[in-house]
Nanobody
Framework: QVQLVESGGGSVQAGGSLRLSCAASGYRTGCMAWFRQAPGKEREPVARIYTGDGGTYYADSVKGRFTISQENAKTVYLQMNSLQPDDNANYYC?????????????????WGQGTQVTVSS
């Protein structure tokens, strides 16, 4: 089993920055990702990283502003810069146990409990 625990959410003004962290206990992972869900909307992918070769992929809405990184296939970070009110959401860490993509929810094996990000204009 893999348990994911997020930290680093909070409130910031537009243009500000936050860094989210997610620590996985248990097994090493093959892919880790961040998703977000705003009130009344579906959960959507933000970014993912392969823990083997470090390959990354970003949603168009965050390209150039957010950076995903990982350590030891068990910790993933999301550096969020130039935050905007549209980034308001609950952010979830996700992981896939073995190699393969985890950019879409159907490919995710484990979820964190979520951390709230609030951006005020």
């Amino acid at each position: 089993q893999v348990q994911l625990v997020e930290s680093g959410g909070g409130s910031v003004q537009a243009g500000g920055s936050l860094r989210l962290s997610c620590a996985a206990s248990g097994y090493r992972t093959g892919c880790m990702a961040w998703f977000r869900q705003a009130p009344g909307k579906e959960r959507e992918p933000v970014a993912r990283i392969y823990t083997g070769d470090g390959g990354t992929y970003y949603a168009d809405s965050v390209k150039g502003r957010f950076t995903i990184s990982q350590e030891n296939a068990k910790t993933v970070y999301l550096q969020m810069n130039s935050l905007q009110p549209d980034d308001n959401a609950n952010y979830y860490c996700a992981a896939r146990r073995f190699s393969g993509d985890c950019y879409y929810p159907i490919w995710v094996d484990y979820w964190g409990q979520g951390t709230q990000v609030t951006v005020s204009s």
